[in-house]
């Protein structure tokens, strides 16, 4: 296994460890911090209480780590804040709603009221994925913006017809 990847450093316990790591990862460059990013992301969606507070040890450390993200790329200069928020929002979600509760549709609403704009929804998510796009979203919130996380107890669902379309030979 490579040195600097995503589920390498999960392993990771020494510090001496964490820093091979970190030269590692700074020989290999851009691409390769992309590629553990988007790997740190995908834990993001997937993790589940008993992993909660790992997550944020981790998260912790990668920050000591690599204190300018934006070294590599300037879009990641507030990376370890959202990944944060993230932690944060989905350990509370976590901590609300119990393992027995979690099965089923979950959906995310966004929406604001006082705007002419329209409602937003991710809806079919797994639990884990909507607790996750719930802490996301929390991070540019506007005032007067209502962020909803739910489950969708009963269902009825239809598809559209191909004569009623406007192109009903296509």
């Not at 996301?136 to 007067?144: A, G, M, R, V």
Request: net charge negative.
């Amino acid at each position: 296994m490579s040195e600097s990847t995503f589920q390498h450093y999960m392993r990771i316990a020494r510090q001496e460890s964490e820093q091979t790591f970190r030269l590692s990862m700074e020989d290999a460059g851009y691409f390769t911090f992309f590629t553990f990013l988007e790997d740190f992301r995908n834990g993001l969606k997937s993790y589940s209480d008993e992993d909660s507070s790992l997550y944020l040890a981790k998260l912790e450390r990668v920050r000591d780590l690599f204190p300018a993200p934006e070294r590599f790329s300037p879009s990641w200069s507030g990376i370890w804040d959202e990944f944060k928020l993230i932690i944060r929002s989905k350990n509370e979600t976590l901590s609300v709603i119990p393992p027995e509760r979690r099965d089923g549709e979950w959906q995310i609403l966004l929406d604001n009221p006082y705007s002419h704009q329209q409602v937003v929804c991710y809806p079919s998510l797994a639990f884990l994925e909507a607790a996750y796009m719930y802490g996301y979203f929390q991070k540019e919130l506007k005032p007067h913006e209502r962020l909803r996380l739910q489950k969708v107890n009963d269902l009825l669902s239809t598809n559209g017809r191909k004569e009623a379309s406007l192109f009903p030979d296509t």
